[in-house]
């Protein structure tokens, strides 16, 4: 059986609004996705003062010339 890796390039990240530093959430394959999870972290309040962000990943390092 071959699993095939799925690229997770949507990040949702949480930052606390004192705090200068995202800290690393999950990530998705789907923008949509991502954002139902931000919505339900978001809906819990789990942490008071906690914003979510979401990050699309552009490129891939290292860059591959052609």
């Known amino acids: 059986m071959t699993?095939?890796?799925i690229d997770?390039?949507?990040v949702v990240m949480s930052k606390f609004n004192y705090s200068?530093?995202?800290m690393?959430?999950?990530?998705?394959?789907t923008r949509e996705?991502?954002?139902?999870y931000a919505e339900l972290m978001?809906?819990?309040n789990?942490?008071?003062?906690?914003?979510?962000?979401?990050?699309?990943?552009?490129?891939?390092?290292p860059v591959q010339a052609n």
Do not use: P, V
Request: a neutral charge.
């Open 33 to 36: 996705d991502a954002n139902t």
């Open 3 to 5: 699993d095939k890796k």
């Open 24 to 29: 690393g959430e999950k990530g998705f394959a």
């Open 46 to 61: 789990e942490y008071e003062g906690c914003s979510y962000f979401l990050f699309e990943q552009a490129i891939a390092y």
């Open 42 to 44: 978001i809906k819990t």
């Open 8 to 10: 997770k390039k949507f």
């Open 20 to 22: 200068d530093r995202y």
